[in-house]
T-cell receptor, first 116, second 113 residues
Framework: AQKITQTQPGMFVQEKEAVTLDCTYD???????LFWYKQPSSGEMIFLIY????DEQNATEGRYSLNFQKARKSANLVISASQLGDSAMYFC?????????????WGLGTSLAVNP | DGGITQSPKYLFRKEGQNVTLSCEQN?????MYWYRQDPGQGLRLIYY???????QKGDIAEGYSVSREKKESFPLTVTSAQKNPTAFYLC????????????FGPGTRLTVT
């Protein structure tokens, strides 16, 4: 079954430190895309970073990087130099293939709190 | 500014009434989506549309209906047949369906009493 698992319901990090949010996925497809989104308390989902299954390099976007380990089926999000504004829910998601399946599969999220 | 608008932010309705949630985008995206989010849960797909005049059911379409008469607009109607309509509703769009990031609106929090 296609599935996303985020095992950390809540995480705490000190301001300016780095934090890793875990995400494992399950799919038998060879071609898929992985996404991370941030949801602040306001509710809007904000796209952070994308990794394609055939991308050889780990994706990076500013302070965000995706630690993609294909053999282990993991796509962990690394936030460097945490800021107070990083406090939010973080969701990992996957599109299993680019054929007829157009649906994002979502994890349950990890709540991150950044302490001053 | 390009983006997705949803209105209203908060909506209150009496049980038994149909209600329509608005979603408009000016990003020139072909694909649009409606999700429902309940506390402690991830997003669940209600309906999606890959192109104008076409839409498909998602995982929880029962009790909902949509239309896609214009590229910019994808309204969602929550009908009285939806058993538990109180939830946070998010609309999203992507340039096309497939491996493309989805951009989200601010959401509508619907409360039915």
């Amino acid at each position: 079954a296609q599935k996303i698992t985020q095992t950390q319901p809540g995480m705490f990090v000190q301001e300016k430190e780095a934090v890793t949010l875990d995400c494992t996925y399950d799919t038998s497809d060879q071609s898929y895309g992985l996404f991370w989104y941030k949801q602040p308390s306001s509710g809007e989902m904000i796209f952070l970073i994308y990794q394609g299954s055939y991308d050889e390099q780990n994706a990076t976007e500013g302070r965000y990087s995706l630690n993609f380990q294909k053999a282990r089926k993991s796509a962990n999000l690394v936030i460097s130099a945490s800021q107070l504004g990083d406090s939010a829910m973080y969701f990992c998601a996957m599109i299993p293939n680019a054929g007829n399946n157009r649906k994002l599969i979502w994890g349950l999220g990890t709540s991150l709190a950044v302490n001053p | 500014d390009g983006g997705i608008t949803q209105s209203p932010k908060y909506l209150f309705r009496k049980e038994g009434q149909n209600v329509t949630l608005s979603c408009e985008q000016n990003l020139n995206h072909d694909a649009m989506y409606w999700y429902r989010q309940d506390p402690g849960q991830g997003l669940r797909l209600i309906y999606y549309s890959q192109i104008v005049n076409d839409f498909q059911k998602g995982d929880i379409a029962e009790g909902y209906s949509v239309s896609r008469e214009k590229k910019e607009s994808f309204p969602l109607t929550v009908t009285s047949a939806q058993k538990n309509p109180t939830a946070f509703y998010l609309c999203a769009s992507s340039i096309r369906s497939g491996f493309y990031e989805q951009y989200f609106g601010p959401g509508t929090r619907l409360t039915v009493t």
